[in-house]
Structures are given as C-alpha cells and as structure tokens.
C-alpha cells in the first residue's frame, strides 16, 4: 500500500488514496465530458477526503458528485447505493507525475 494526497484548486479539499494507479479513466457520459474528469477507481475504504464539498446527483440517481465548496473543483463521486464498492476519484486533483504517462482506458459512458 502507498498513499498519495491531493487537493483542489485552493486547498480546502484533500483527497488521499491507498493504491498507485496504473491507468485512468476517460468518460463520454454527459456529465464526465463537461467536467473533464480522469477518474481512478478504488474501493471505498481506499478513499479518504476531508474539507468542505457540494453534492450534485445525476439524473438517473446513481452518483453524487463531489466539489469543493469554494474553488469548484470536482474531487470525486459516491455511488448512492451503500453496497456498491467502488468510488472515482478525480486523479486530475493529484500531482501530474502521478497519472499523466499512465494509459487511458476510454469508458463509454454515454452508451449506458
Ligand atoms: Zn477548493
């Protein structure tokens, strides 16, 4: 295990995670397009974020998205259902060095 930290734009948020990603996620579905988000994914117990966020739920009720109060930026997602295990942390919060030569896996989103 190697934790890494990030933080948004301003500071208030700080995201850590537990796991060395090896690729990151690019999605075409409505909102990860205008967002431009690359997303690691990880259990939820890998996940740890503490500051002040604004939730935005999506349409079908799935997710709620997560910003920072202040500078806007987009950390992470939640599923709404307890029992799905996975959450997507927005890597773009992370230093470059982290994720910018890893491979990106194309997710398309938009068809489901
Ligand atoms: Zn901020």
Redesign the pocket.
Known sequence: MSEHNGT??????TITIDDTPTEVAECNCSICRRLGTLWHYGPRASVRVT?ELAGYVQGDCMLTTWR?T????VTHWTAIDDTYDRTGVNIRMFDPSLWQDLPRRFVDGASY
């Open positions: 948004c734009h301003c500071g208030a948020v500051g920072c202040n500078c806007g930026c």
